[in-house]
DNA sequence: TCAAAAGTGTTTCGGATACACCCATGA
DNA sequence: TCATGGGTGTATCCGAAACACTTTTGA
């Protein structure tokens, strides 16, 4: 599991650290009568407290080869044995987030993207796959909604795509494509206590936003 | 898994007959010491005979409610249990195959995708998300090799374009955006016994074609 | 000699890109 | 008053789509 946020003007991704490990990825067991996406929802749930996240199942990985080094139990423990991982990335409100490790765990906190430590295993190409798949899915689908506080600015939501996409962005042509999304609402009031001329604040309209997730995007973005 | 091959200009896809019992799509196990694509790519040999075929996974599927009406054998089986579906679609050359039915079942055939019949539990719904996926990759990996004999006209690649797609597109411009593509070489010969002008036949550059498979085209297909 | 299929080139249009000017604000 | 960032409009370009004419072939 692969949890996205956004603070700062940097993406963010959630991690957490063996007891007396190396960082890793989150995750969880599917339960016997639960199905794959629902456990997705629950493990996710459980991590950070939040409900109706947008989440997407991306890859599953099933190399045994990718656990070489899973030496830290011994055989006979049932962690020894074999897994196949069901990789789902999540987009989060970063300050709605309350980390919580699992029992596993003792330390569960954000990373900044471009400085994530070593990973145990493959986790680091599992990621490197949600980010990917991220980026593709940016084509047809909007994104925000998960990723930013309720009102923000459209110097924000650009910092977002740029951050993203990993490339910056014309900003007078940014913002025509995404008010042509019609998929946001203007407000009246200015974000105000910056330096300089004050920007609008914008929020999502949320059926058209939801629609748009469904449906895609017709037009690229 | 959903094997796909072109005929007669008609999409086939592969599927077996249970004893006894409704059609599904072909399947298999992962063995404990196995990649999860490994068991991909034996299980479709076991089934068709044929080796590097191109092999896409697409989505996983892990709803028990999906397995509803999985009472064909007593609940004491092992087969009465829980399983999680990983789906692959593969690309193959229909002339080619000889399907094989497995241990579990009886017949082994190809179908008219317009024409499935009944599938056993959601195998329809993975199926069709199976063409959407290859529909979705068809904007930025080229398609063909794999599905058509070595030595095609231009019509014919079209027609299998249209068929997948499920619309017509402009001769023309066809030709243009495939020889765009440039991994094409036409051949000096031409496809005789037709019933007017000869059209040239065409066979893919196998570098050329493997680089964009794994690059991925710049612009759309 | 005619209908049907195939080969090739030109025009047109729309969306994306590049770009310029004015306004507001705090230092 | 000026540097910085924000709001808006216009010109341009390129690739996709639309489209027309000629050639070949068997009937």
């Given at each position: 599991?692969?949890?996205?946020?956004?603070?700062?003007?940097?993406?963010?991704?959630?991690?957490?650290k063996?007891?007396?490990?190396?960082?890793?990825?989150?995750?969880?067991?599917?339960?016997h009568?639960?199905?794959?996406?629902?456990?997705?929802?629950?493990?996710?749930?459980?991590?950070?407290?939040?409900?109706?996240?947008y989440?997407?199942?991306?890859?599953?990985?099933?190399d045994?080869?990718?656990?070489?080094?899973?030496?830290?139990?011994s055989?006979?423990?049932?962690?020894?044995?074999r897994?196949?991982?069901?990789?789902y990335?999540?987009?989060?409100?970063?300050?709605?987030?309350?980390?919580?490790?699992?029992?596993?765990?003792?330390?569960?906190r954000?990373?900044?993207?471009?400085?994530?430590p070593?990973?145990?295993?493959?986790?680091k190409?599992?990621?490197?796959?949600?980010?990917?798949t991220?980026?593709?899915?940016?084509?047809?689908h909007?994104?925000?909604?998960?990723?930013?506080?309720?009102?923000?600015?459209m110097p924000?939501?650009?910092?977002?795509?740029?951050?993203?996409?990993?490339?910056?962005?014309?900003?007078?042509?940014?913002?025509?494509?995404?008010?042509?999304?019609e998929?946001?609402?203007?407000?009246?009031?200015?974000?105000?206590g910056?330096a300089?001329?004050?920007?609008f604040?914008?929020?999502?309209?949320?059926?058209?936003y939801?629609?748009?997730?469904?449906?895609?995007?017709?037009?690229?973005?």
């Amino acid at each position: 599991m692969c949890d996205f946020g956004f603070h700062e003007n940097q993406l963010k991704v959630l991690l957490l650290k063996w007891k007396e490990g190396p960082w890793c990825l989150p995750g969880g067991f599917v339960k016997h009568e639960e199905s794959v996406d629902d456990s997705a929802v629950r493990t996710l749930n459980e991590r950070t407290g939040l409900e109706n996240i947008y989440l997407q199942q991306f890859h599953t990985f099933g190399d045994p080869a990718r656990e070489k080094g899973k030496k830290i139990v011994s055989a006979k423990s049932w962690i020894s044995k074999r897994f196949i991982s069901i990789g789902y990335y999540a987009l989060v409100e970063f300050s709605k987030v309350n980390p919580q490790p699992d029992i596993l765990s003792t330390e569960c906190r954000w990373w900044d993207v471009e400085k994530v430590p070593a990973l145990i295993y493959d986790h680091k190409q599992i990621m490197n796959k949600a980010l990917e798949t991220l980026r593709l899915d940016l084509n047809d689908h909007p994104v925000g909604y998960n990723l930013l506080p309720q009102k923000f600015t459209m110097p924000e939501l650009q910092c977002l795509y740029e951050t993203i996409l990993g490339e910056s962005l014309d900003r007078r042509n940014f913002q025509k494509r995404m008010l042509g999304l019609e998929i946001l609402d203007r407000l009246k009031e200015r974000k105000l206590g910056g330096a300089h001329k004050a920007p609008f604040l914008y929020r999502f309209d949320k059926r058209k936003y939801q629609k748009a997730l469904q449906q895609g995007l017709k037009s690229g973005w």
